[in-house]
């Protein structure tokens, strides 16, 4: 058996939650392999609205495991009231959830430090959610950090000496924290640590592999999306993880041989949160339209998203970084009443048109794009492809000759049921 890879194209906030929760019941497994509790992915059924941020989107099924795995950083405290909520709304967790003993912890200093070097950047910061993410990969990588499985054994030798360490730095940014609000923050994430160890705490990469020699099949969710990958993102206004289909193979220790189908998801148009280039951004009426139908404010930090029409160039880079083998297009509905839908094809970059993603998109890039006939149809009530309209056909047509890589699934609202499989896609 192989695993399939379920991962974002653009800026993140493209929908993943909803997919993972559509496709989840063609899977025996569901794992989460890289990010934090900054990412927030957004769920509607059944006329109720979930918001997950460190639990796998796969809980709401039909009994799957669902794995968080060793590249995802995990704050204690935010992960027990997720926890807390879902079992309160009638999730049996306990019963689906692993978690790795390799996945790294967010300390109550991490946030500290993370507030405090954005506040350094001045002008120029990162537009971080500030939940500590950056902080605790930089120790991961830096061989600083505590792990999960570091909790069960002398853990107050190893959390003390990282405590000073953030302690020191905090000192130098003239942020040093009152000892009672510190000492309050650290009873809170104790308590916290304790509650986690109630689940059932794994060595990850051996449960993932034996669990594909079992024959089962697992879905990798991945979090944020491919622009911010910290490697091949729009370095440095990024996520602190690799976010593309490489980040399932080190964040689970799933071999490279072992990738099946890499399901991209992107939205009809484009979004960013945060600071950051954006070439298709839209600064007038039609991109605050967009914000509107789309309701586009992040599902953790209810920041207003940036919003501009597609970035072809963006999308065909990121389908070549990814080895994506389908695509899943969202938020279709949005653009339903435009009378006319525009799409970037091509940069000009100093004056030259490309089609390649180049090695920064800060300054001289000038979107060149193709305008396309808008449908005009409320297709939210739609149950097949059959129904689409003839201009959405054509757009749908038009994007996939345009990146060579077929639109299997096409949702057209936010609603579990709003979700369309065209006939030429091939879904377990």
């Given amino acids: 058996m192989k695993v399939d890879v379920l991962l974002g194209l653009q800026w993140g906030d493209e929908g993943k939650g909803k997919v993972v929760d559509v496709l989840t019941p063609r899977y025996d497994v569901v794992a989460r392999f890289q990010g934090g509790p900054n990412a927030g992915h957004t769920l509607e059924f059944e006329g109720k609205k979930y918001v997950l941020r460190s639990i796998p989107s796969g809980i709401f099924q039909h009994g799957q495991i669902n ?49 405090a070097n954005e506040k350094a950047k001045g002008g120029k910061k990162i537009g971080t959610t500030g939940k500590g993410i950056g902080p605790t ?53 104790m308590d916290a640590i304790e509650y986690i160890k109630t689940y059932e705490i794994v060595d990850s990469e051996h449960l993932v592999n034996n669990l594909l020699r079992e024959g089962k099949s697992i879905l990798c969710e991945g979090a944020q999306g491919t622009l911010l ?19 399932a193979c080190s964040g689970l220790g799933v071999a490279p041989n072992k990738i099946g189908d890499v399901f991209g998801i992107f939205k009809a148009y484009c979004t960013r949160v945060g600071s950051g280039p954006f070439p298709t951004e839209l600064f007038d009426e039609t991109g605050k339209t967009i914000r509107d139908l789309g309701h586009e404010y992040g599902a953790v930090t209810g920041r207003e998203r940036r919003c501009g029409w597609i970035d072809l160039v963006a999308l065909r880079y990121a389908i070549m970084i990814n080895g994506v083998t389908q695509l899943i297009m969202m938020k279709s509905d949005v653009l339903d009443g435009f009378d006319e839908i525009k799409a970037c094809v091509a940069y000009k970059v100093d004056g030259k048109e490309t089609t390649d993603f ?65 006939a030429k896609a091939k879904l377990k």
């Fill in 67 to 115: 794995i968080i795995g060793n590249g995802v950083v995990l704050d204690p405290v935010l992960f027990r009231q997720e926890a807390e909520e879902l079992e309160r709304s009638g999730v049996d967790l306990r019963s689906i959830l692993r978690i790795s003993k390799k996945a790294h912890l967010i300390t109550p200093t991490h946030r500290l430090l993370d507030a």
């Fill in 137 to 189: 990969y930089t120790d991961k990588i830096s061989r600083n950090g505590l792990r999960l499985g570091d909790t069960f054994v002398n853990f107050p030798e190893k959390y003390g000496p990282l405590r000073q360490l953030h302690l020191d730095r905090l000192a130098t940014l003239g942020a040093t924290p009152e000892p009672e609000l510190l000492a309050d923050l650290e009873k809170t994430w």
């Fill in 229 to 247: 990958d910290i490697d091949f993102g729009s370095y440095p206004f990024v996520t602190s993880s690799n976010t593309i289909t490489s980040g």
């Fill in 358 to 422: 180049p090695y920064s998109i800060e300054e001289n890039v000038e979107p060149i794009y193709v305008t396309l006939p808008g449908w005009k149809t409320d297709m939210t009530k739609m149950q097949s492809e059959d129904e689409f309209p003839a201009e959405f056909k054509a757009y749908v047509d038009f994007l996939e000759k345009e990146l060579e890589t077929p639109i299997a699934v096409v949702s057209i609202g936010p609603d579990r049921s709003q979700t369309i499989v065209r």
